[in-house]
């Protein structure tokens, strides 16, 4: 499975859109983004998963470059909730290798 | 629906004793994963159980074994504890198929003295 890094931790604006890059430059052509994230103490949740196109869900949108090397989670309005380590993940099974993740940190 | 459920929630052990961790899978969903988080890390993969095959393992030694039930759920097996096997534990159940995202539980804290 590809490696993915991801910068160790953000900040972002309560109400403001929050941007999370992921690099991921050897994934492979089956290989998936996967985006979780981990409030303290808690079992990690889904977010949002793509291949190559974008993806846009309830919670998230995910942008993927056109050469799939990297990508960006976006959270179109961030709230303190979203609070959380957030981690990018690059599979293509069903078994996820988190790294260390960003930790994001909503600020009122 | 229920989510997924771990047994039991918290754990205490000597180092050199045996533990079992238990966990039941969402409903319909026949894959069962395993984690370990060491605090402050990110969670590391174990073991991937499909239809009570296994269907992946990380890089962990013989001490960690594990199965699946016919019922799907599944049991972790770590014998000859250390201190280094204090962490959270965490079960994810998913439905059969390629890129599916994964239910997470709470987890199984345990502590090793």
């Known amino acids: 499975d590809a490696k993915t890094t991801q910068p160790p931790s953000m900040d972002c604006a309560e109400g403001r859109a929050a941007n999370l890059p992921c690099n991921h430059s050897?994934?492979?052509?089956?290989?998936?983004v996967y985006w979780y994230r981990q409030i303290h103490s808690q079992g990690p949740q889904y977010i949002i998963h793509g291949l190559k196109n974008n993806e846009t869900n309830e919670m998230a949108s995910l942008i993927i470059t056109e050469d799939r090397k990297s990508s960006t989670l976006i959270l179109p309005h961030a709230t303190l909730r979203d609070t959380a380590v957030y981690y990018c993940i690059v599979t293509r099974v069903n078994d996820m290798r988190f790294g260390a993740g960003t930790r994001l940190t909503v600020k009122p | 629906d229920a989510g997924v459920t771990q047994s039991p929630t918290h754990l205490i052990k000597t180092r050199g004793q045996q533990v079992t961790l238990r966990c039941s899978p969402i409903?319909?969903?026949?894959?069962v994963s395993w984690y370990q988080q060491v605090l402050g890390q990110g969670p590391q993969f174990i073991f991937q159980y499909y239809e009570k095959e296994e269907r992946g393992r990380g890089n962990f030694p013989d001490r960690f074994s594990a199965r699946q039930f016919p019922n799907y759920s599944s049991e972790l097996n770590v014998n000859a504890l250390l201190l280094g096997d204090s962490a959270l534990y965490l079960c994810?159940?998913?439905?059969?198929?390629?890129?599916?995202?994964?239910?997470f539980g709470p987890g199984t804290r345990l502590t090793v003295l």
């Open positions: 409903s319909g969903h026949k894959s």
């Open positions: 050897t994934i492979s052509g089956n290989e998936y």
């Open positions: 994810a159940s998913s439905s059969p198929g390629l890129a599916v995202e994964q239910f």
